[in-house]
C-alpha cells in the first residue's frame, strides 16, 4: 500500500501522511480540497525527502483521478513512519525531529511544567512518608 504526504496548495504546511483510501474519504468529506498537494512518501520521513529533491507534486484531485482502482491490501515498509493495520501488533518508533513552529513549542512547554506539579507533589508526599518511617523507627531504636 502506498503512502502520500500531502500539503497546502501554498507549499508550506505539511498536513500529514495518508494512503489513497484516507485522501478519498477527507476529499469526500470537504476536509482535503482539490488543489492541496501530494507526494508518494517512499518509506522516507517527510523532512528527508525533502532534503533529496526532485519531489514531484500533484493535485489531490488529478492524484485521485489517477488512482481509480483501489490497491491491494499489503503491509506498509517498516521504515515507513505510516500506522499499523494491526492493532494488537507492536511497533516500535524511533523520533529523529520534532518540526514544530516556536509558539507551538511554547504552549507545550507551559502545558509540560504544569502538568509536572501533580508529579512532584506526588514524589514529596512518598519521599515524605518514607522519612517519617525512617525517622519514627530511629526513634524506636534509640529510647
Same mark, same amino acid.
Given at each position: 500500500?502506498?503512502?502520500?504526504?500531502?500539503?497546502?496548495?501554498?507549499?508550506?504546511?505539511?498536513?500529514?501522511?495518508?494512503?489513497?483510501?484516507?485522501?478519498?474519504?477527507?476529499?469526500?468529506?470537504?476536509?482535503?480540497?482539490?488543489?492541496?498537494? *501530494? #507526494? &508518494?512518501?517512499?518509506?522516507? !520521513?517527510?523532512?528527508?525527502?525533502?532534503?533529496?529533491?526532485? %519531489?514531484?507534486? /500533484?493535485? =489531490?484531485?488529478?492524484?485521485?483521478?489517477?488512482?481509480?482502482?483501489?490497491?491491494? *491490501? #499489503? &503491509?506498509?515498509?517498516?521504515? !515507513?513512519?505510516?500506522?499499523?493495520?494491526?492493532?494488537?501488533? %507492536?511497533?516500535? /518508533?524511533? =523520533?529523529?525531529?520534532?518540526?514544530?513552529?516556536?509558539?507551538?513549542?511554547?504552549?507545550?512547554?507551559?502545558?509540560?511544567?504544569?502538568?509536572?506539579?501533580?508529579?512532584?507533589?506526588?514524589?514529596?508526599?512518598?519521599?515524605?512518608?518514607?522519612?517519617?518511617?525512617?525517622?519514627?523507627?530511629?526513634?524506636?531504636?534509640?529510647?
Amino acid at each position: 500500500m502506498k503512502y502520500y504526504f500531502i500539503i497546502r496548495d501554498n507549499g508550506d504546511d505539511l498536513i500529514g501522511q495518508f494512503t489513497i483510501e484516507e485522501i478519498r474519504n477527507r476529499h469526500l468529506a470537504g476536509e482535503f480540497r482539490g488543489e492541496f498537494l *501530494a #507526494t &508518494e512518501a517512499k518509506g522516507c !520521513s517527510f523532512r528527508e525527502l525533502m532534503r533529496r529533491g526532485g %519531489v514531484k507534486w /500533484v493535485r =489531490v484531485d488529478e492524484l485521485l483521478l489517477s488512482q481509480t482502482s483501489p490497491e491491494p *491490501a #499489503t &503491509e506498509p515498509p517498516s521504515s !515507513s513512519a505510516a500506522p499499523s493495520s494491526s492493532s494488537s501488533e %507492536v511497533q516500535r /518508533v524511533t =523520533v529523529v525531529d520534532v518540526d514544530m513552529k516556536f509558539g507551538t513549542m511554547v504552549v507545550f512547554m507551559i502545558k509540560w511544567a504544569f502538568a509536572a506539579i501533580p508529579a512532584a507533589i506526588i514524589i514529596f508526599l512518598i519521599v515524605s512518608v518514607i522519612m517519617l518511617i525512617v525517622g519514627g523507627s530511629g526513634l524506636l531504636i534509640s529510647h
